[in-house]
């Protein structure tokens, strides 16, 4: 009976890895949901990540690349890596290579102001969408740099 809740555990985690890749505590919080007892979700991760089934850091990196292509900055892919149950440390080594890509935030800049330069309303909107995608005032003051626009001493 004991070695059917185990069997049981491990086929819904690799049910729910057949789906999406997760991390290792969003896994165990799915299989708490589901039913299981901690000890039989304990074994499932184990197993799964003793045969490299399970992988926290291939996993934050994965979603990094993933968020930097839909032009995130750092900010918000820490956050969206602590929302998918990546702890501190795995978040931090998968962001340590991380650098925004100039050219999309220019891009997302170009898509914003359209050539407008002249409307200080418009710049202000501009910086504000891109500190909400989590990029850094510096990243934004650099992408403005390259867009053409010089950043008044009073705007900083």
């Given at each position: 009976m004991s070695e059917d809740k185990y069997r049981a555990a491990l086929d819904a985690a690799a049910k729910q890895l057949?789906?999406?890749a997760l991390s290792a505590k969003a896994l165990r919080d799915k299989l708490l949901d589901k039913g299981h007892d901690e000890e039989a979700a304990?074994?499932?991760l184990a197993w799964l990540?003793?045969?490299?089934?399970?992988?926290?850091?291939a996993y934050a990196e994965s979603v990094v690349r993933s968020c930097a292509r839909k032009g995130y900055?750092?900010?918000r892919i820490r956050q969206e890596l602590t929302r998918r149950g990546v702890d501190r440390e795995t978040a931090e080594a998968a962001l340590a290579g991380f650098s925004p890509d100039r050219a999309q935030l220019v891009a997302l800049l170009d898509k914003r102001l359209r050539g407008d330069v002249s409307d200080c309303?418009?710049?202000d909107k501009a910086v504000a969408f891109l500190q909400r995608r989590g990029f850094s005032w510096q990243d934004i003051r650099d992408a403005l740099a390259a867009y053409g626009q010089s950043i008044p001493d009073t705007f900083e």
């Open positions: 057949s789906y999406r304990d074994y499932a990540t003793e045969r490299h089934l399970l992988d926290d850091t900055g750092e900010m309303k418009e710049i």
